[in-house]
């Protein structure tokens, strides 16, 4: 029987300081639509503080009064509180698993011309979902990839999709790449690396979030690494059971080497393949249970 562990709700009384916080959080929640509840506070309130120190304000309740006078200061906060930090191929052991051992089954398991789908849910400025394009193109050939693969990088940082939808780097950032995929995948531009023109159609950037927006269909390979840490234990629940319904019955996940989510939610769901990089696979019908649904959509 599958059961939540569920974080203990707070019974402890609020200090002001804590009340404001959340104040200022249900504001942004009903009033600019974004959703910050389900993050870690620790980390929401140091970011918040260091927004809060860059403007001159000093109270959770005065930066209230400025977040509705400044139109603008929202996506300021909110580029503070997100942390972008990505690169190519970032931790290389995992995208060797994922060459040698990973996409090789995901294709084994295919019809000759049946689609692969594949998400980077916390894409940041896509550096993850062009790596995961170079692996498959590499293991289909170019022309396999272009009629069968859809990768979508999802972020919920408009900035980071904006830059990822332009796949324009600069050399420090293709750095991380090996020379000969660099070389293939690139086009070297006066001031920086273009991804490759003829493959940017099997590449799509959206806006969006993972705590409020309804997941991709039918993945086949669904990375979403280092973002989950920011979230408290219900939010990273929540995400986790909709990466479940997003899976196809053979569908894997890869998590970062720092998502220490709830073991007994994470097992609940989806069975390792390898621990050392962080590939799982679904639970079989860990869907069926009702109260899985309600948490994840409601
Ligand atoms: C540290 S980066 C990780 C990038 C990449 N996955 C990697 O491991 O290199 C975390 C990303 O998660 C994104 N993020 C944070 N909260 C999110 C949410 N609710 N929905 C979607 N993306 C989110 C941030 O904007 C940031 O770009």
Same mark, same amino acid.
């Given at each position: /029987?599958?059961?939540?562990?569920?974080?203990?709700? !707070?019974?402890?009384?609020?200090?002001?300081?804590?009340?404001?916080?959340?104040?200022?959080? !249900?504001?942004?929640?009903?009033?600019?639509?974004?959703?910050?509840?389900?993050?870690?506070?620790?980390?929401? /309130?140091?970011?918040?503080?260091?927004?809060?120190?860059?403007?001159?304000?000093?109270?959770?309740?005065?930066?209230?009064?400025?977040?509705?006078?400044?139109?603008?200061?929202?996506?300021?906060?909110? !580029?503070?509180?997100?942390?972008?930090?990505?690169?190519?191929?970032?931790?290389?052991?995992? *995208?060797?698993?994922?060459? !040698?051992?990973?996409?090789?089954?995901?294709?084994?398991?295919?019809?000759?011309?049946?689609?692969?789908?594949? *998400?980077?849910?916390?894409?940041?400025?896509?550096?993850?979902?062009?790596?995961?394009?170079? +692996?498959?193109?590499?293991?289909?050939?170019?022309?396999?990839?272009?009629?069968?693969?859809?990768?979508?990088?999802?972020?919920?940082?408009?900035?980071?999709?904006?830059?990822?939808?332009?796949?324009?780097?600069?050399?420090?950032?293709?750095?991380?790449?090996?020379?000969?995929?660099?070389?293939?995948?690139?086009?070297? &531009?006066?001031?920086?690396?273009? *991804?490759?023109?003829? +493959?940017?159609?099997? &590449?799509?950037?959206?806006?969006?979030?993972?705590?409020?927006?309804?997941?991709?269909?039918?993945?086949?390979?669904?990375?979403?690494?280092?973002?989950?840490?920011?979230?408290?234990?219900?939010?990273?629940?929540?995400?986790?059971?909709?990466?479940?319904?997003?899976?196809?019955?053979?569908?894997?996940?890869?998590?970062?080497?720092?998502?220490?989510?709830?073991?007994?939610?994470?097992?609940?769901?989806?069975?390792?393949?390898?621990?050392?990089?962080?590939?799982?696979?679904?639970?079989?019908?860990?869907?069926?249970?009702?109260?899985?649904?309600?948490?994840?959509?409601?």
């Amino acid at each position: /029987m599958f059961t939540l562990d569920l974080p203990a709700a !707070n019974v402890s009384t609020p200090s002001l300081e804590t009340a404001e916080l959340e104040n200022l959080l !249900n504001y942004l929640k009903q009033v600019q639509q974004i959703d910050l509840t389900g993050y870690k506070r620790p980390t929401l /309130m140091r970011r918040t503080l260091t927004r809060m120190q860059q403007v001159g304000v000093e109270h959770y309740r005065e930066y209230l009064d400025y977040l509705e006078q400044q139109p603008q200061e929202s996506t300021h906060l909110l !580029n503070t509180v997100l942390i972008n930090v990505t690169d190519f191929f970032r931790d290389g052991a995992v *995208w060797d698993y994922l060459a !040698n051992h990973t996409i090789p089954q995901i294709i084994a398991k295919k019809e000759p011309n049946e689609p692969i789908r594949v *998400w980077s849910a916390g894409c940041a400025s896509g550096e993850e979902t062009y790596s995961l394009a170079m +692996l498959l193109a590499e293991a289909l050939g170019i022309k396999q990839f272009q009629q069968r693969v859809q990768l979508y990088g999802t972020d919920v940082d408009l900035n980071a999709v904006m830059q990822a939808r332009k796949g324009y780097y600069s050399a420090h950032e293709v750095s991380a790449i090996p020379a000969a995929l660099q070389k293939k995948y690139f086009e070297h &531009t006066a001031d920086g690396y273009l *991804w490759r023109a003829d +493959l940017r159609r099997s &590449t799509l950037f959206h806006c969006r979030s993972l705590i409020q927006a309804a997941p991709f269909p039918r993945i086949d390979l669904l990375l979403c690494r280092n973002t989950l840490i920011y979230f408290m234990e219900e939010a990273q629940i929540r995400v986790l059971v909709r990466f479940h319904f997003s899976l196809t019955h053979n569908g894997f996940l890869v998590l970062g080497q720092a998502d220490n989510l709830s073991a007994h939610s994470q097992s609940s769901l989806f069975t390792p393949v390898s621990r050392d990089a962080r590939v799982f696979t679904k639970v079989p019908d860990a869907h069926r249970d009702a109260r899985l649904l309600s948490i994840a959509f409601c």
